[in-house]
Nanobody
Framework: QVQLVESGGGLVQAGGSLRLSCAVS????????MGWYRQAPGKQRELVAT???????NYADSVKGRFTISRDNAKNTVYLQMNSLKPEDTAVYYC??????????????WGQGTQVTVSS
């Protein structure tokens, strides 16, 4: 059993900051790519940022320069530091991880989502 538990969402004014966390627990051998996605009302889920186990990062153009993804491999946790937030960043943010189980089988998992609301 593998669980992804997110925290850190909330309501913030435009220009403010939030930090999301996602802790992965369970029968884990290793975690490859970890990432954050978001889904706004009436829109499809979209990539926000990803990070490999080696620390290579990838960002959506809309968040470059404002958001920073990082991870703590010892804690199986990924973070998303969000600065200069805009109302258009309002969405449910989902954590995602490619987990190698103890069986050495690699599976993709999603968190339950955390709401981020940016007021203008």
């Amino acid at each position: 059993q593998v669980q992804l538990v997110e925290s850190g969402g909330g309501l913030v004014q435009a220009g403010g900051s939030l930090r999301l966390s996602c802790a992965v627990s369970g029968s884990i051998l290793s975690i490859n790519v970890m990432g954050w996605y978001r889904q706004a009302p009436g829109k499809q889920r979209e990539l926000v940022a990803t990070i490999t186990d080696g620390g290579s990062t990838n960002y959506a153009d809309s968040v470059k320069g404002r958001f920073t993804i990082s991870r703590d491999n010892a804690k199986n946790t990924v973070y998303l530091q969000m600065n200069s937030l805009k109302p258009e960043d309002t969405a449910v943010y989902y954590c995602n991880a490619d987990v190698v189980r103890l069986s050495r089988r690699s599976l993709n998992y999603w968190g339950q989502g955390t709401q981020v609301t940016v007021s203008s």
